[in-house]
């Protein structure tokens, strides 16, 4: 570091994102990015918004514009209260309820309550990256649980827990999690409690896609199931827009005040005319209206790249369709290394997430991250056929040269 | 801790803001307070605000909805980087510019870059209770460093880094300082510059005040004086509405990678709606023709406290008349303890800030913060009179009894 400057230890562990240099490189107009995890913006309800900061700007502007408390928009988070008492978590009240300057900062909030350098912190295998990221900061180990096809497994985390005396937590997305769009069943959310009941390992868990489900709502919240045990984290960013950075937490009550302390310390409160206008959109009932739609908007992308996965990725290719979410997630055949070929990808006009990135342990080359929800279903199969011709290319020339790197082939 | 929550050592630190907590306190309608930091509401522009809300929902909607660069809205960087130059920082270019979620987040990512546990920062005497707070979670040492009117005195800062291995950097107000309202003259910059250039200890630079000057704009920043080796924070809070959450650094290139992963950690990016409207607005050039109207205001307000304090205070009561900003900082007769008075303060329906919350060694008793910008200048003069009459009749008390706590008074 260039004098006079000197670096906290933590500052090492501050590194660039690879999903963002990777959406700045797929910003190219040529590229089909399946690599973001960009809601529709046809989804977003910009009519009703922009009458809801009229409205808020002319009934209440002082009040929106100034100062306000941390803990957020009393109404707001009456709201957010009442829709978790629907959901099932009977205990859930406003006063537990804190606004976040989007789901992002509730994890570094929880992070630096709840985390220790050298401190252990059970992840799924694989995790959200972007969680990864909120937590570094505070220096925690990571260790990620075996997990199947409805995510981490309760014997992961329970010898986990008899083998690690600083287990701070462990971190989970239930519904249709990213990257790998699963959804956890109510069985294996009544098994993964009974455990962390057990050997008292706190659940954090992560629900930013619990409204974005196809057929069926997901089962109820582990935080219904062990309300003492589980900080329960959401966001407004998937079912009206990110650019409000709007999310929220709902804390046990011993962690509530450290937790809102940490918010203050963090950025003071949420923008308060966001969090009005979020609210008056809520009291007017735009949800309910609006989320049906953008649940057969993204169920149509789903079925579409499904459709097209099956046409065109070569043999041996494997994934799950998702029941809601954003996300779809691939297993290539053996020998591929996703990382290695983004570059052809990328050549070959479409961009995705290598699945490296979401492990913990940098393990899952054979893996990669395919977003649903930006394109429409005509570029969605586009996209894919590229991604396919890509693969086969690989693939062909690993058969005839099994010693080359897929990075150098097309 | 309930079981099974296991806190991080640094929540240790997160405790309640005895402003806010003062704030709430303050807020019975029969309480005139002079304790907050509230940008007079009459100064929001909310018709431009309104206006411009609107202008970008219907020009730009889905970009200002959907989720948007960490580094903040590229025009709006641009601006900043403009503005910086006209104030003498010849080098301000958009590309060291981060946009922040009010300059609290600045000071927060500043922390998290530079301060180790047990590092140590050199701050003023008295120093900004809410960079305290900011800086605290990330466990530094405080060193609060003899300062006079015009702020930290060049002595002090070079025997302290002579002294100290691991001077981190010094955060300094200049302008208008909150709580003290002091103001650093030129030549008191230079010699601190040059001081710390000498020994290579890094300047925070904090400047949330310096457009709110009443007869002449403040001296050139200690960012242009060493550019290098300072850190600039501002904010849009004071001069627009806080409620939008807006602040902004300018960092030293070899520092703005690392702020910038803070940044995403922290909440990925800042609301890019809010950002978008004030880039609109300063476009449109309303801060040259708003601020005039806010600076003479805030005058006028700082007369009526002035003269208030010079009627209704006891003798021996010592302040200086601020040449901008937002506060008169006050050291009361010997003997008395703002703390300790402050429940009869209460009592007969005013509100202040104790100064000792400003100390970073708990120092500062006889000393307290008022705030002459949230009320009219009748009401400051009637909040002055009762703070007078609450601390005239501790006087008297203690002159009856000198052993008694003024607490126990009135």
């Not at 252990?120 to 972007?130: C, D, H, K, S």
């Not at 009550?253 to 809102?260: D, E, R, T, V, W």
């Not at 940490?262 to 609006?290: M, T, W």
Request: glycine residues 8%; aromatic residues 6%.
């Amino acid at each position: 570091m260039t004098p006079p400057w000197t670096l906290a230890r933590r500052a090492a562990r501050l590194n660039p994102s690879v999903i963002r240099d990777l959406l700045k490189c797929s910003e190219r107009p040529e590229i089909l990015s399946l690599a973001g995890g960009l809601p529709a913006p046809e989804t977003f309800a910009v009519e009703p918004m922009r009458a809801a900061f009229d409205h808020v700007l002319r009934e209440a502007p002082l009040a929106a514009l100034q100062y306000a408390a941390s803990e957020g928009h009393g109404p707001l988070r009456e709201q957010v209260a009442a829709a978790l008492r629907g959901r099932g978590i009977a205990e859930a009240c406003a006063s537990r309820v804190l606004i976040t300057t989007g789901s992002q900062q509730g994890l570094d909030l929880v992070a630096r309550v709840l985390l220790d350098p050298g401190s252990t912190l059970a992840v799924e295998t694989p995790t959200y990256l972007g969680a990864l990221q909120a937590f570094s900061p505070c220096e925690p180990r990571f260790v990620g649980l075996a997990s199947d096809g409805q995510g981490a497994r309760p014997q992961a985390l329970d010898a986990l827990a008899a083998a690690t005396p600083d287990l701070r937590a462990a971190y989970l997305q239930p519904n249709f999690q990213n990257p790998s769009g699963r959804l956890m069943t109510a069985e294996r959310r009544a098994a993964i409690v009974a455990v962390a009941q057990a050997r008292g390992v706190p659940l954090i868990e992560d629900d930013p896609y619990g409204e974005l489900w196809f057929d069926a709502p997901p089962p109820a919240p582990l935080a219904a199931l062990w309300p003492a045990g589980t900080l329960l984290l959401g966001s407004f960013s998937k079912v009206l827009a990110p650019g409000l950075r709007l999310g929220w937490l709902l804390a046990p009550a011993p962690l509530y005040p450290k937790l809102l302390q940490a918010k203050q310390a963090a950025d003071l409160h949420s923008p308060g005319l966001n969090q009005r206008v979020v609210s008056a959109l809520l009291d007017d009932g735009l949800l309910e209206r609006h989320l049906p739609a953008v649940r057969e908007r993204y169920r149509g992308q789903a079925e579409a790249m499904d459709a097209a996965l099956r046409r065109h990725l070569p043999p041996g290719t494997d994934w799950q369709r998702p029941a809601g979410g954003m996300f779809f997630w691939l297993r290539l055949p053996a020998g591929l290394d996703a990382a290695a070929l983004l570059p052809s990808a990328l050549a070959a006009g479409v961009a995705y997430v290598p699945g490296s990135a979401f492990h913990a342990d940098g393990s899952g080359a054979a893996t990669l991250r395919l977003s649903f929800v930006t394109l429409s279903p005509e570029r969605i199969a586009e996209a894919v056929a590229r991604l396919g011709a890509v693969l086969m290319a690989a693939m062909t020339a690993m058969a005839a040269s099994p010693t080359a790197s897929p990075a150098a082939v097309s």
